[in-house]
């Protein structure tokens, strides 16, 4: 939990976590490193927020044979900025993905070309227009994911204007598991410690980066259930939804491409559905939302996808 939650930035990160825990700085480094050989921590690190890039993204829905699932996944999957790709639960839309360009025309003339050639023409295009919140953690005792209850700013400037090297952040994106993890980090950009533990606070609040945390395998913990729930709402209940803990990828959309009735969504993951259904239960009655569609996941379409945000990310 200390590695997702609370992981600290200063000389010897793991020492502070052994002694936090009572036992000893190599105990707590063999087991992170066992945790990374078998899959289940993916990194410790911070990944860039994609806008500070110059990107916009979309969800995408779209109704898709099942017997060209496959083959339709393969093709979409071969577009670089394509993030997320699932089989999920709705009487229409059983293919969504999210995906990215350098503006909305862009992408929407990306997105219709590849599924038109593909027969595909029964499709939503729901741009973003304001993210909330994206990071994903899970708790452990609750079997529920639990983040903190925060807001990214509206605008994100970009990464040119920090004035620090693309190198930087792919250092940031992924660190060793060694006694003094930030030293290269330190070295690269020429400050101390402090300052690095400074920095980083700053660019997570000015929404650049995402919080500094270890990523985990939601399977390999036990969370084998997310569901995406969508729903209409204005501006202030779409951020209200945000300082909600359990929810993660919080996010208000526009309708850009044909037809869909909301506006607002938010993912949520657990152990299994009965969790997911009494969460989510409460959260649509604090947030006094009457509609709503919950469309859980049956199927990753891009499980590479870990691996495919480090290599797009800066």
């Known amino acids: 939990m200390e590695l997702q939650y609370n992981f600290p930035i200063v000389k010897r990160p793991f020492l502070e976590i052994a002694n936090r825990l009572n036992e000893d700085e190599d105990w707590v480094l063999e087991k992170t490193r066992d945790l990374v050989h078998n899959g289940v921590v993916k990194r410790i690190g911070a990944l860039v927020n994609y806008r500070s890039r110059g990107l916009v993204s979309a969800l995408v829905g779209a109704d898709v044979p099942n017997d060209l699932i496959n083959d339709v996944a393969k093709v979409i999957n071969s577009d670089a900025q394509v993030s997320h790709n699932f089989v999920r639960e709705h009487p229409r839309y059983n293919v969504w993905f999210v995906t990215k360009a350098r503006n909305k025309e862009e992408l929407i003339m990306k997105v219709s070309?590849?599924?038109s050639k593909l027969g595909i023409?029964?499709?939503v295009i729901l741009t973003a227009l304001r993210t909330y919140k994206i990071d994903v953690k899970f708790d452990l005792m609750s079997g529920?994911?639990?983040t903190k209850s925060m807001v990214?700013?509206?605008s994100v400037p970009s990464i040119e204007s920090t004035g620090l090297t693309m190198e930087f952040f792919r250092k940031l994106r992924s660190i060793s598991i060694t006694r003094e993890p930030f030293d290269e980090i330190t070295g690269l950009a020429g400050i101390s410690i402090d300052e690095?533990?400074?920095l980083l606070s700053n660019l997570m609040r000015i929404g650049i980066i995402r919080d500094f945390y270890a990523t985990l395998d939601s399977d390999k913990v036990g969370f084998r259930e997310n569901a995406m729930v969508v729903f209409k709402a204005t501006p202030e209940t779409c951020e209200k939804a945000a300082l909600i803990e359990e929810t993660t990828h919080v996010v208000l959309r526009e309708i850009t491409l044909g037809s869909w009735p909301y506006n607002c969504y938010f993912m949520i993951h657990g152990i299994n559905r009965d969790v997911l259904e009494r969460a989510i239960s409460d959260?649509?009655?604090r947030l006094d939302i009457n509609r709503y569609e919950v469309l859980y996941s049956i199927r990753n379409l891009l499980p590479e996808m870990p691996r495919r945000l480090e290599l797009t990310n800066t």
Do not use: V
């Open 152 to 154: 990214l700013p509206p």
């Open 144 to 146: 529920i994911s639990r």
């Open 196 to 198: 690095l533990s400074n």
């Open 283 to 285: 959260i649509m009655k």
């Open 121 to 123: 023409n029964d499709l």
């Open 113 to 115: 070309n590849t599924l």
